[in-house]
């Protein structure tokens, strides 16, 4: 499942963290075990990874970087593979010494649903709106 642009949308808007956990939520809902949810985003793990990670959907994720389209990087050559996965820390971030070629990477967040248990729960329901 790919729903490409929806949660950046959700991002934007005055609720955004009812809004995309009700929407991630959904998408956990309707995953059988084994499904994956593909994220393609701007949103580096920093704003990306709380949404992800919470204990409800029991995802387990897997970050891709890819530069942008027709990125050289100063040295004229790719020092990174791009389709390798970028190892991630226990929180999800990027490790303290990772280094990003280019700024402008594209986030590939390939979350896939370990198991059914917790879609007895709805995964937004504890959440609250800060004004």
């Not at 990670?53 to 593979?81: C, D, H, M, Q, V």
Request: contains cysteine; charged residues 20%.
């Amino acid at each position: 499942m790919c729903a490409v642009g929806t949660l950046d949308s959700l991002m934007c808007g005055n609720s955004a963290v009812l809004s995309s956990a009700q929407m991630l939520g959904e998408v956990c809902r309707l995953l059988k075990p084994g499904g994956i949810y593909m994220l393609i985003t701007y949103g580096d793990p920093t704003v990306r990874m709380g949404h992800l990670l919470r204990p409800a959907y029991n995802w387990e994720i897997t970050l891709y970087i890819i530069p942008r389209p027709g990125f050289e990087s100063k040295t004229g050559i790719s020092s990174k593979k791009q389709l390798e996965p970028v190892p991630t820390t226990e929180e999800g971030l990027l490790p303290p010494d990772y280094v990003m070629e280019d700024p402008d990477s594209h986030f590939i967040y390939v979350c896939k649903k370990t198991d059914e248990t917790s879609t007895l729960v709805e995964p937004y329901a504890s959440l609250t709106v800060e004004d």
